[in-house]
């Protein structure tokens, strides 16, 4: 207990202090490690957007010599030449909505399994939590099938069908049940009654037990998963490789156009183009991230613990 | 499993009709999503692996297990099972070992001979996830420009700039599946220290004190409190990185040269599958694969269920 008492009483400085002060060769060694997965985390990255503003020559010259001057005008060219623009946008929007629908959804059917007994409820439990298993790509061929045929329905199939970000947004939906609906559900179960009981008492309805208790009581998780869900979604390549075909490249998400444009710039010879349109992928997330990193890496956590 | 309302005698029917009405109105949505977009496609998966369906407009025929004999024969399927076992045992087993390691030295690793943290492990915490919130397709593009063979290339640059012969990164058969594991622990470190920095966090600082105490070196430390009091968290980590392993395809895909290339070195699964079903345009024994594949992962699952039964520590 002396330790605890005397943590106390230490002040945060004179503990950096202290901890300076002795330094010692292991601690050395620690850095040392630590620094070089830094540096390889770090280096192809600062790298890239090095690379984004050389010309043509200096990429083909040598790999890690310094731009002469800094051409912005690649930027350009990427942003609005190769559409990085609309397919970031394009992202942005399906991710949006993916992400809602996920967690509007998710949560309904976490909260109704989690806390209501009826018939049904645990095979219907199982089913959305066997889906945790299996890959998409096991059933991709009929799954592109059922969304073509959705998009023969009348009057909402040009809305859901192939090549629309509709039907994007609700196979995003569907496959992130399970992880949601299992992850949630577990975290409904553990909220306590005696709340909810009192406002049936004072008679709340159902829904309004859910969205204006429960639902904020489940805050944590609630914001854990639908980190896990934006990026993951965000993350998508293969579901919108077969969804959105090349008719419908205004469509595009983000990771498609980048690959799409890493296979183009072969043909282009606009290598550094790419490199620009790469470092606009890589950007906006690290400043996201950077900015909310505190609340991303707490909210991945305790979505793993529960 | 409390149930929502208290029931008042008297009115059970009007409140058993609400209630099924609420329950049935919440999960109506979600169920009938999923079973549009997920279970159908499965089962419609075992159908489909029984005929020879090729082209988008062709009538389908039933020819009954033909497509999983040729399955059997098929040389190309079988090297990206392989590989994905392949990635199966090494993905978590490298992945586990360099992010424990790391944790350990972020949390434990300072002075006090293990007790405190390094300095800066907020730090170093940060820039290890990096890689994490990239999707996988951009880190695919990313390390196809630094694989380059050339002078160019991020890797071989300096090399030929030394007078050294440069690596095939990508190009040579032997060492493309390496590149392609080095990268996946290179983006899936960064999530494990953090999980398990955040696991470590929660052991009681006196069950250090008290091991270091009692004469505990660092390794000790490591080996006899960290690593007992982590292995559920280890677990969870295990399988999340078999069900990633199974999953790798946009970095294949993306960025082997031929979509699993050079010469089928590096082709996993997920690739084979969709090069048959939108490549070739062979439906049926795409789905074939698919169903394969499906009770391979069932196996995997059963076997993971399996392992991961094993005593927890209280603390």
Redesign the interface.
Known sequence: MVSRAERVTLSRSAARERRRARLGPLSGLSHVALIVWTVLVVVPIVWTFLASVKSEDEIFGSAWSLPATLRWDNWARAWAGAHVGLYMLNSVVVVALGTFGTMLLGSMAAYVLARYRFRGNRAIYLLFVSGLAFPVYLALTPLFFVVRNLGALPLVGPLIGLDTRGGLVLVYIAYSLPFTVFFLSAFFRTLPQAVAEAAFVDGASHSRVFFQIMLPMARPGVVSITIFNILGQWNQYQIPLVLLSGQAKDKWVLTQGIADISTAAGYDADWSALFAALSMAILPMLIVYTIFQRQIQAGLTTGSFK | ??????RRPGRAGREGF???R??T???A???L??L???????A??FS?AMTDWRGVSAAPRFVGLANFGRLLGDGVFWRAVGHNALLLVLLPLLTLA?AL??AF??NA????GGV?G???SGF???????????????V???????F?P?????L???LI?LGLEPVGFLSDPGVAFWSILAVLV?QA???YV??FS??MASIP??MF?AARIDGAG?VQLFARVTLPLLWE?VQ?GWI?LG?AA??V??LV??MTAEHGGPDHSTTV??AE??RN??QYFK?GY??AM??V??FF??A??VLALRLSRRERIEF
């Open positions: 499993m409390a149930d929502g309302r208290p609400v209630r099924a609420f329950i109105g919440f999960l949505a979600p169920v999503l999923y549009v977009y997920v279970i159908s496609p499965y419609q998966a489909i360099i390691f790391f030295l972020l690793g300072g002075q006090g405190a390094v300095w800066g170093y915490r940060v820039v290890f996830f990096f890689p994490q919130v990239l999707a996988v397709a951009i695919a593009v990313l390390f196809q420009q630094v380059r050339d002078g160019s290339g991020m071989n640059g300096p700039a290179w470190v960064g999530f953090v999980l955040a696991g600082r006196e004190e660092r968290t969870v999340y069900i199974l999953d395809f946009a895909w993306v699964m997920a599958v969709y079903a939108f439906f795409a789905s698919g169903v594949l499906f992962t069932v995997f699952a």
